[in-house]
């Protein structure tokens, strides 16, 4: 069988929380050895947020963490201890990418920054992945996911007409900053291959995000305008959002769950299409409805109309019966619909790999397949610490005398 595309890469992975993990967690699935750097003196947020597997809380049983690094081994180092210093630079020369989303600076004081790790592994890659990047006024402010969106301009594009602005339900800023580095690196490994050079790359979290509402930026730029929020509604669709269906058949909790299904219309022929599935195939021809514009000035009363159609409707039923029909729709779909699901069973996306502490967990999986070079996931999160005596012998060249003496003297912890 063909060898995943990256394999024979090791990434000395310096991350915490979601961005970071995020991006060396897709290196990993594409075949890198990504070897975590923790500490327990410094728990990583992701370890100590819930989910826990079992409502049972420990540092190995977060959900958060254990899906973000998934297929990664895992060595606690004290940076603060000389030691655990020196086996970290020994740990980046055997690295090809090395790669923190630490605050500006902070590999630097540590002695681990891209200037102390070229002198070690001359042709690495290094990554710095923080909220602004490592220059401009803002370099040193201190980035979370939260406040990376509204920053953004995401929030004030997200939210109900005449609402203040929303936050969109997640910390977007991290997952997307971490798919962009990934991106990059594997363009700083192409271009290795060709020339020999290592380099270094400056990402902020902060553009990354700004890089996906390129519209409402040209907008202002251009027009001078800011756009207005509105809902789920479109400016070029109609009608466009969620709609209200029947209550979940089942109750959660003893509490009923109200459902939606998405609808998208694109042009006119497929409001045709629409009308006709919803047994009003007139509305193709009225007036207030025959054109977009038209559709945009009656919009309320249009999505009144779908709104009567799809809430005598089970949301799956809607979806299905206007698919056939050849109209965009879906289910607003809920985790238990997910994990559920008969498409993403049939295609393999969910995997189940055997944690050593809370066994076989269904976890969301790889979101591609390649024919020549097929990915897969290895192994379940680390525990922590899990491969550090591993990694330090096998790898780094440790005794294993001195392996239990920096154990002793408090430099892998």
């Known amino acids: 069988m063909n060898q995943a595309p990256l394999t024979g890469i090791r990434v000395a992975d310096f991350t915490w929380v979601w961005a970071g993990p995020y991006c060396t967690m897709q290196l990993a699935h594409m075949g890198a050895d990504v070897i975590r750097v923790e ?3 410094r728990l990583c947020v992701s370890r100590v947020t819930p989910p826990w597997a079992g409502g049972q809380y420990g540092v190995n049983r977060s959900g958060y963490f254990n899906q ?3 297929g ?7 940076l603060k201890h000389p030691r655990g210093r020196e086996a970290a630079l020994r740990l980046a020369a055997k690295c090809d990418v090395v790669i923190n989303n630490f605050a500006a600076g902070v590999m630097d004081r540590l002695g681990l920054g891209y200037r102390d790790l070229v002198r070690v592994r001359p042709d690495m890659i290094g990554v710095s992945l923080t909220g602004y990047g490592d220059s401009g006024p803002l370099h040193d402010y201190v980035a979370y996911g939260p406040a990376q969106v509204p920053l953004s301009g995401m929030s004030a594009l997200t939210g109900y007409r005449g609402w203040p602005p929303m936050h969109v339900g997640f910390s977007y800023g991290d997952p997307n900053a971490g798919t962009h580095a990934a991106v990059a690196i594997i363009a700083a490994l192409y271009h290795r291959e060709r020339t020999g050079e290592g380099q270094y790359i400056d990402m902020s979290q902060w553009e990354c995000t700004m890089a996906l509402i390129g519209e409402g930026i040209l907008d202002y730029t251009m027009n001078g305008h800011q756009p207005e929020r509105d809902g789920s ?5 109609a009608p466009h959002g969620l709609f209200r269906c029947r209550d979940m058949a089942e109750l ?8 939606w299904v998405a609808i998208a219309v694109a042009d006119d022929a497929e409001f045709a299409r629409l009308a006709a599935a919803i047994e009003q195939p007139g509305l193709a021809g009225d007036e207030r409805f025959a054109t977009l514009a038209a559709r945009k000035r ?3 009363e ?3 109309i779908v709104t009567e159609w799809s809430a005598a409707r089970f949301a799956s039923e809607a979806a299905e019966h206007l698919q056939r029909a050849g109209v965009a729709a879906a289910v607003c779909a809920t985790s238990r619909d997910l994990a559920e699901d008969p498409h993403l069973a049939s295609r393999g996306y969910f995997v189940e790999l055997a944690h050593p502490e809370i066994g076989r967990v269904k976890h969301a999986g790889i979101p591609w397949r390649m024919s020549e070079t097929p990915c897969s996931i290895r192994s379940p999160a680390p525990l922590l610490g899990q491969h550090t005596d591993e990694v330090l012998t096998e790898l780094l060249g440790y005794g294993a005398a001195e392996v239990a003496e920096m154990h002793a003297q408090g430099a892998l912890k």
């Open 39 to 41: 500490s327990e003196t």
């Open 68 to 70: 973000y690094n998934q």
């Open 72 to 78: 990664k081994r895992s060595i606690a180092l004290n």
């Open 233 to 237: 509604r479109d400016p070029s669709m």
């Open 252 to 259: 959660v909790a003893g509490t009923p769950v109200d459902m």
């Open 298 to 300: 009656n919009e309320d």
């Open 302 to 304: 249009l999505e009144a």
